[in-house]
């Protein structure tokens, strides 16, 4: 139950950068985004994008690489804001300032980024 609590925690505060989020509430998070895209790319791969390929008069198999990904694309740029908010949540209740978000952009910061996602609780910074 707690998978499905995290979800609507993520889609109700999707524009909430005030408050904490957990490890748990975390995790569950980044692993229903990946489902989830997991299953719009195949989705895309094996029915929309034939389809619309064909449409557009183009031949398009299964699975091909120049298929459309109109669905993955979609999901993806609409999951963009829940999940920085949820992360920027989690990274305040790692006890540091929520612009710590922005050393994700470079390469490098990605690492101290997945620490500060792994770091146990600690009291919020106000």
């Given amino acids: 139950m707690r998978f499905i609590k995290a979800i609507k925690n993520g889609f109700t505060n999707y524009a909430n950068i005030n408050g904490v989020s957990s490890r748990g509430d ?5 692993l229903f985004i990946c489902l989830f895209l997991c299953m719009t790319l195949i989705i895309d791969g094996a029915y929309l994008g034939p389809w619309i390929g064909n ?24 999951l963009i804001i829940p999940t920085l908010s949820v992360a920027m949540r989690r990274i305040q209740d790692a006890g540091f300032s929520r612009w710590w978000i922005l050393i994700g952009v470079t390469i490098i910061g990605c690492l101290p980024l997945l620490f500060l996602f792994i770091k146990k609780r600690k009291k919020p910074l106000k």
Avoid: N, R
């Fill in 55 to 78: 449409i557009s008069g183009e031949e398009v198999m299964a699975f091909d690489q120049d298929a459309p990904k109109w669905l993955s694309t979609t999901s993806l740029l609409l």
């Fill in 26 to 30: 975390f995790w569950f998070w980044v």
